[in-house]
């Protein structure tokens, strides 16, 4: 394996440098230097002072601060969460003139095991073919590590060279990179983010594309403070490691449950989902944002069958992707296990994903979703919203929360809503806002603000808080419901 430098070889006999291949990016013929230029730029932004990126032939060099471990591994990891890159490997560069007597104190063998050497020729000029360099380094490893053995097809350790014009690179391991294109080279995207597990990963597989992605994020609170100090924040976080420049908006949609409170659920979801593709259209409009794009999975749920995703894409106005289109769930999991953002995404959150119809219709007339929107003063309705539209700072939040697990906070969260459920007791964290049936702002019921039917408290009930949506009051089934003894739920005023 790699050691560190000796006394008598630091200075210019061996340098340590990162090496960065990429793929793609090799195949964009003229355009090509444009594509490495961005892609030496978000490394070196994300790197800071101190370490020098250099594109050499064909591949990128990473040159850390300082010899010390610590610098090259902070590389390393920055590398990694890198689009553009296809593997990178540590490396040493040496120079041309005697590398095969220094190769040796590269590498600590001591232990034996077998090995193999392959090498690289980037300048075809080196008086040397690749075989006859492999046999000299072979050579000079076996004799400072007599106990070494050569094994071409399964090696213990392969030492690969490459050979440049003006020095060589030798390294030992490759490491994948996530591949892609470099960010900021394929246009600037709005992804509406939910804190859900889908949205996460579409924003990631747009980054990964070359997107230069921004989040926006509908949320049920009065303050967007609250948003701040929840999950999406944080999952915003996670994705800043992969696109440290992104931003996140919050916009709150409070002014459409106020408009279209009334209407019957077979359209409620399909309505609020062209509610925000006409507020994300506007917003993207005003702001310069060539696309949306969404975390939908077609079929995955009844919104994200073909014909509500074609009356969802009618109310934008701009181009929509959806990265996840042809992803089932289990892949989507994957990729957010993967990326870092399963477990945050599993935390409760009263989001807009958690918005649930009981009859969601699967044939929806064009006609008729479009004379209810006429009913409502959209323009209106969409200046107030994005008029209350907010930035939340996303560098500097905390990656995860404290105080327990993620499960262990799952558990709990989970027996707080059954042992209210089976007692039918308020929500002990709002003891003091009244009894069942009454909003914590003492506003009753039976007074709700569509003046039609009874309600029950977003806040006073924990079925509310775990499962954010539902179109019963507590603890009643269907059949009350049916009896004439249930109604449509509706949000606190105070929300």
């Known amino acids: 394996m790699m050691k560190g430098l000796s006394p008598d070889l630091t200075g210019q006999e061996a340098r340590p440098v990162l090496i960065g291949h990429y793929s793609e990016v090799a195949l964009k013929g003229s355009n090509r230097s444009y594509f490495e230029s961005v892609l030496a730029r978000n490394i070196r932004d994300k790197l800071g002072e101190g370490y020098v990126v250099r594109r050499v032939e064909g591949r990128l060099l990473v ?13 390393k990891q920055v590398i990694s969460q890198t689009f553009g890159i296809r593997n990178f490997s540590p490396a040493y560069e040496v120079s041309r003139d005697d590398f095969v007597h220094i190769i040796p104190s590269l590498f600590d063998l001591s232990n034996g095991g077998t090995f193999r050497v392959t090498v690289k020729r980037s300048d075809k000029s080196y008086p040397f073919s690749s075989i006859e360099v492999q046999a000299k380094v072979g050579e000079a490893l076996l004799r400072a590590y007599p106990e070494l053995r050569v094994d071409l097809k399964n090696p213990s350790v392969t030492i690969s060279l490459e050979i440049l014009r003006d020095r060589v690179l030798v390294y030992e391991e490759k490491l994948d990179g996530l591949g892609g294109l470099p960010v900021g080279t394929s246009g600037r995207v709005l992804a509406l983010f939910s804190g859900g597990i889908d949205s996460p990963v579409a924003a990631f597989l747009s980054m990964k594309r070359g997107c230069d992605v921004d989040l926006l994020h509908f949320h049920p609170f009065n303050d967007a403070e609250e948003v701040r100090k929840s999950k999406v924040a944080r999952l915003a976080r996670v994705l800043s490691a992969y696109e440290p420049k992104i931003k996140l908006f919050a916009v709150p949609y409070y002014h459409f449950n106020v408009t279209f409170l009334t209407q019957g659920d077979k359209y409620q979801l399909l309505l609020f989902r062209r509610f925000m593709m006409k507020v994300a259209s506007e917003f993207a409009r005003r702001h310069g944002y060539d696309a949306l794009a969404t975390g939908d999975s077609l079929g995955q749920v009844a919104s994200q069958i073909m014909l509500n995703l074609k009356l969802i894409d009618a109310a934008a106005e701009t181009l929509v992707l959806r990265p996840l289109i042809a992803f089932d769930k289990e892949e989507i999991v994957a990729l957010a296990k993967r990326i870092g953002t399963y477990e945050l995404s599993l935390e409760p959150y009263r989001d807009c994903c958690s ?100 309600g029950v408290c977003h806040r006073s009930s924990s079925r509310y808080e775990l499962f954010q949506h539902s179109l019963r009051p507590r603890g009643r089934g269907r059949g009350a419901q049916d009896r004439g003894q249930g109604g449509r739920s509706v949000p606190c005023p105070c929300l």
């Open 63 to 75: 040159y850390p601060p300082s010899p010390d471990g610590n610098a090259m591994s902070f590389a």
């Open 355 to 454: 918005m649930v119809a009981l009859h969601p219709s699967l044939r929806p007339s064009q006609e008729e979703v479009e004379k209810i929107e006429g009913s409502g003063k959209y323009d209106e309705l969409l200046e107030r919203t994005l008029g209350d539209l907010r930035e939340i700072p996303v560098r500097g939040l905390p990656w995860v929360n404290g105080g327990g697990t993620h499960w262990e906070k799952r558990r709990a969260a989970s027996t707080r809503f059954w042992d209210t459920h089976k007692s039918g007791r308020v929500n002990p964290s709002h003891e003091g806002s009244g009894q069942r049936g009454i909003y914590p702002c003492g506003q009753r019921a039976d007074q709700s603000p569509c003046g039609k039917r009874r």
